[in-house]
């Protein structure tokens, strides 16, 4: 018996070395400044969000306190979901306030970035907004949906910020967003050369008149690696909200 012991103890001692493994959902969704088919969508979005159980989700065109919406829409939705942390990238001055991009999370914020990104040929400047927490660095990008050259410069350059800030980190790397662009465009084959795509292909624009994949979820190859659980596009109660369909991907880490 005395000789058992110290082979338990050893057992026990490796499966503690046996590194936890975590999972973690996260949404990408164009809300189209929350008025696209209604006066002010964040209570359905707000709902939809922790209906799903996304902890983290990726929000584009949001105004900020402009004359087309005069509140913090951000903000807004933040404290409808329980005061949750978020950051805001404006991308240009509109209407006597700001537009641009936004994440939400239930984590904690440790650090919080907004990277403009450059216009050349495109309709209008563009943004990303990016957190880091405990769990993992997430950004929220939308690239020009008019300007082939500025789509493809656009993701050049987040190509080369987060492959330089966040090579060989021990968490993963998402971003998510509106890319304006289906799957088997030069912009996507520029992207999957630094990320690997989570989620799938399957249509998530229009709401009227679903033809097209230009939402996407993806993760940085040289950074922490992530298994894909589940990817859908969330159809089903949806239509009203926004333009675009919210993309939901879960992930294990």
Same mark, same amino acid.
Request: charged share 20%.
């Given at each position: 018996?005395?000789?058992?012991?110290?082979?338990?103890l050893?057992m026990?001692?490796?499966?503690s070395?046996?590194p936890?493994r975590?999972?973690m959902?996260?949404?990408?969704y164009?809300?189209?400044?929350f008025?696209?088919?209604?006066?002010n969508?964040?209570e359905g979005?707000?709902?939809l969000?922790l $209906?799903?159980?996304?902890?983290?989700? @990726? %929000?584009n065109?949001l105004?900020?306190c +402009?004359?087309?919406?005069? #509140?913090?829409?951000l903000?807004?939705?933040?404290?409808?979901?329980?005061?949750?942390?978020?950051q805001?990238a404006s991308?240009?001055?509109y209407?006597?306030g700001?537009y641009?991009?936004?994440?939400?999370?239930s984590?904690?914020?440790?650090?919080?970035?907004?990277?403009?990104?450059?216009k050349?040929?495109g309709?209008?400047?563009?943004?990303?907004a990016?957190v880091?927490?405990?769990?993992?660095?997430?950004a929220?990008?939308h690239? $020009?949906?008019?300007?082939?050259?500025? @789509? %493809?410069?656009?993701m050049?350059?987040? +190509?080369?910020?987060f492959? #330089?800030?966040?090579?060989?980190?021990?968490?993963?790397v998402?971003l998510?967003?509106?890319?304006?662009?289906?799957?088997?465009?030069?912009v996507?084959e520029?992207?999957e050369r630094c990320?690997?795509?989570?989620?799938?292909?399957?249509y998530?624009?229009?709401t009227?008149r679903?033809?097209?994949?230009i939402?996407?979820?993806?993760a940085?190859k040289v950074?922490a690696?992530v298994?894909?659980?589940e990817?859908?596009?969330?159809t089903?109660?949806?239509?009203?909200?926004?333009?675009?369909f919210p993309?939901?991907?879960?992930v294990e880490?």
């Amino acid at each position: 018996m005395k000789r058992l012991i110290p082979i338990l103890l050893l057992m026990l001692g490796l499966l503690s070395c046996e590194p936890s493994r975590h999972t973690m959902t996260l949404m990408t969704y164009n809300v189209g400044a929350f008025s696209k088919y209604m006066d002010n969508s964040t209570e359905g979005v707000a709902q939809l969000i922790l $209906d799903n159980g996304a902890a983290f989700v @990726a %929000l584009n065109e949001l105004d900020s306190c +402009n004359r087309r919406h005069g #509140t913090y829409q951000l903000a807004d939705l933040a404290a409808r979901l329980g005061d949750w942390s978020y950051q805001f990238a404006s991308a240009f001055p509109y209407a006597g306030g700001g537009y641009g991009n936004g994440v939400v999370t239930s984590k904690r914020v440790e650090k919080g970035y907004g990277i403009l990104l450059p216009k050349d040929d495109g309709s209008e400047q563009r943004s990303v907004a990016v957190v880091e927490t405990p769990d993992c660095v997430f950004a929220s990008v939308h690239l $020009d949906h008019k300007g082939y050259r500025a @789509a %493809l410069e656009q993701m050049m350059v987040v +190509n080369e910020w987060f492959t #330089t800030k966040y090579a060989g980190y021990s968490k993963p790397v998402f971003l998510c967003g509106d890319f304006n662009v289906t799957p088997d465009s030069d912009v996507i084959e520029l992207a999957e050369r630094c990320w690997i795509q989570l989620s799938g292909v399957d249509y998530t624009h229009s709401t009227t008149r679903p033809r097209h994949c230009i939402d996407y979820v993806f993760a940085l190859k040289v950074a922490a690696p992530v298994q894909v659980l589940e990817s859908v596009v969330l159809t089903e109660g949806t239509a009203d909200l926004s333009d675009h369909f919210p993309v939901k991907v879960t992930v294990e880490y």
